[in-house]
């Protein structure tokens, strides 16, 4: 069973840190694209960024290029997304997804979120 689990977040001030983490279990994450995104109530989900580290391939929206680094350990089957100088725009649910076709689009499988609130 494909699954994928998000963890790291909580309740930070501005200009502080996160390290999002994504653990994957039923299949291997160096055989898929794997993305991150965030929706903020009221607002539509975006992508925040995009990993296949099969290929050496990254991807971010022009919002986070920056201040957030998504990295991928082979070894723990796990990606995370490293967000510095957060603010309290940022404050949403953060999602990771897979694709299988090693593109970052045709998202298949997705976590339940977790929720990063940044204070002011």
């Known amino acids: 069973e494909v699954q994928l689990v998000e963890s790291g977040g909580g309740l930070v001030q501005a200009g502080g840190s996160l390290r999002l983490s994504c653990a994957a279990s039923?299949?291997?994450?160096?055989?898929?694209?794997i993305g991150w995104f965030r929706q903020a109530p009221g607002k539509e989900r975006e992508e925040v960024s995009c990993?296949?580290?099969?290929?050496?391939?990254?991807y971010y929206a022009d919002s986070f290029k920056g201040r957030f680094t998504i990295s991928s350990d082979n070894a723990k089957n796990t990606v995370y997304l490293q967000m510095n100088s957060l603010k309290p725009e940022d404050t949403a649910n953060y999602y990771c997804?897979?694709?299988?076709?090693?593109?970052?689009?045709?998202?298949?499988?997705w976590g339940q979120g977790t929720q990063v609130t940044v204070s002011s």
């Open positions: 039923g299949f291997t994450v160096d055989d898929y694209a």
């Open positions: 990993i296949v580290s099969s290929d050496g391939i990254t």
């Open positions: 997804s897979a694709s299988g076709g090693r593109l970052c689009l045709g998202w298949e499988y």
